[in-house]
């Protein structure tokens, strides 16, 4: 299969074509356009042209083409969930759960685009503001560049491509090299729900060269980012006077308190820590678990984590497969192999096999480790004790990240002081910190990243607020 450019509302040729292979058996999936500097500067040139018919268009009509993506992708919600599972060796469980997240996340995108609306302002309130009658209006901002990683390769597309559509904005959409095909599919979508030609364009290819290209063009108005924070910084400094939005990366962390039933949480503990491979950006990479229940936590951690299938992604039962690169399978080894060498102890896992690491659990892990203190990214989780809830929250905030973290507690005293004291974008009490529906602000803090998704605050970052104020004396 050989999978073009989708520019100006067609497929297009690109000059040179690279290899996409399925991360879990290496089978060739598909010959992918590599975009030239000129393709990236036709998709803004189309972009920059569709945006005037965007920013005219009502917002009927805008949310009925976003209706319109959703029911396309009930309808054929089992090829989505294979086209995850190929390209991104998602097992088909979670493939198919991100597939009806997406589709929530455009159904929420069309409740927006009919509830888009600023505010009237007290102007008499200040000494001479009287004789006045002023509202805001928002606008869209124009053109705006998404660029996407390959860990949500339907749902993180659809957090940028569906507010920005929301709000009347056009879009230049560069996904993950690894996981192109889910994001050609969703522009087949958007041109058979009636976009205009122009108003999504999906460009491939390397991404330091399609992104230097985007970060130099003054046609853009904003840049939608999600990935690494390596990629996120280099971004944030190039952008000039573009606003920009970063969803970067974290080692997530969860506080398990003295007197939680631990048969109530640990299965979903090991599914916030171990789901998709920890290729989750809000994975469980940190357990600090109360001295009094450390040892039954560990050892009903372990034999849950046990029960994990390990295998074909495509299989029904599979909970695990392969990572998305053998040389990510590689710097898990090694990440691994120093905490060893350190003072770690390690439970289970810590074998790799071809594309598979499997879910491996460590005890006493020095913070030092990077497998503690960086993102890992991978099927590894570490477990520590606590005995005092202040140093259980020191040791969460001893990250150069903050996302989100969880708290499982009984005591509604230690609840509110890690809500209040947890330096992240969102605690979550009882709760994993992996949980995130659609709709809900989600952003991180310190490393993770600047501005929020969920789409009535992007929405917010991708409009501009317009004053109006008429002189009625
Ligand atoms: P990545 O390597 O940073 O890539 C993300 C995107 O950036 C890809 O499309 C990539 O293209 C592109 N890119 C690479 N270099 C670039 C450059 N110099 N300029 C512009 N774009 C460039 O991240 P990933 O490995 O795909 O994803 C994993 C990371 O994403 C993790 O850190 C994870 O925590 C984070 N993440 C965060 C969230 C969140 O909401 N906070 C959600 C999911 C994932 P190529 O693929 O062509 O290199």
């Given at each position: 299969m050989k999978k073009d450019l989708w520019i100006d509302g067609e497929f297009k040729n690109a000059s040179s074509y690279m290899e996409l292979k399925n991360p879990y058996n290496l089978e060739l999936l598909a010959h992918i356009g590599s975009a030239s500097q000129e393709d990236v500067l036709s998709a803004v040139n189309a972009a920059y042209q569709a945006k005037a018919k965007m920013a005219e268009m009502p917002a009927y009509e805008r949310a009925e083409i976003l209706e319109k993506v959703a029911h396309l992708l009930k309808t054929e919600r089992e090829e989505c969930a294979e086209l995850i599972a190929v390209e991104a060796a998602k097992p088909l469980k979670a493939a198919r759960a991100e597939v009806d997240r997406t589709i929530m996340t455009y159904t929420f995108a069309a409740h927006e685009a009919r509830r888009i609306h600023g505010e009237t302002v007290p102007m008499d309130g200040a000494p001479g503001g009287q004789g006045r009658l002023a509202f805001t209006i928002r606008e869209p901002l124009g053109v705006i560049a998404a660029i996407t990683p390959f860990n949500f390769p339907m749902n993180l597309v659809a957090h940028k491509v569906g507010p920005a559509i929301a709000a009347g904005n056009s879009v230049v959409l560069k996904p993950a090299s690894q996981t192109p095909l889910s994001a050609y599919k969703i522009a087949e979508y958007f041109h058979s729900a009636g976009l205009p030609a122009g108003a999504l364009n999906v460009i491939t290819g390397s991404g330091n060269k399609i992104g230097d290209v985007l970060m130099k063009d003054n046609r853009i108005k904003m840049i939608t980012f999600t990935g690494s924070p390596e990629v996120g910084s280099y971004i944030r400094e190039h952008s000039g006077l573009k606003r920009v939005t970063l969803e970067l990366g974290s080692n997530s962390a969860l506080i398990v308190d003295d007197g939680v039933v631990l048969d109530s949480v640990i299965p979903r503990i090991v599914n916030g820590a171990f789901a998709y491979q920890g290729q989750v950006?809000?994975?469980?990479?940190r357990i600090y678990v109360h001295e009094n229940i450390f040892e039954g936590f560990v050892e009903k951690f372990v034999s849950e984590t046990k029960n994990l299938k390990v295998g074909n992604p495509l299989e029904e039962d599979t909970d695990i497969s392969a990572m998305i690169s053998r040389g990510d399978v590689q710097r898990t080894k090694e990440w691994v192999g120093e905490a060893l060498n350190n003072g770690a102890q390690l439970r289970v896992g810590g074998r790799a096999e071809d594309g598979i690491f499997q879910p491996t659990v460590l005890m006493n892990v020095p913070s030092s480790e990077k497998v503690s203190c960086e993102e890992v990214f991978a099927p590894v989780v570490s477990i520590n004790r606590f005995t005092e809830m202040d140093e259980a929250i020191n040791l969460v905030n001893d990250s150069k990240y903050g996302l989100q973290a969880g708290i499982f507690t009984n005591d509604i005293h230690k609840a509110l002081k890690a809500a209040k004291k947890l330096e992240v974008g969102g605690v979550m009490i009882n709760e994993i910190p992996t949980f995130r529906v659609d709709q809900m602000p989600y952003g991180g803090v310190k490393m993770s990243g600047m501005g929020r998704e969920g789409i009535k605050y992007a929405v917010e970052e991708m409009t501009e607020l317009k004053l109006i104020s008429f002189k009625t004396e």
């Open positions: 950006c809000i994975s469980i990479q």
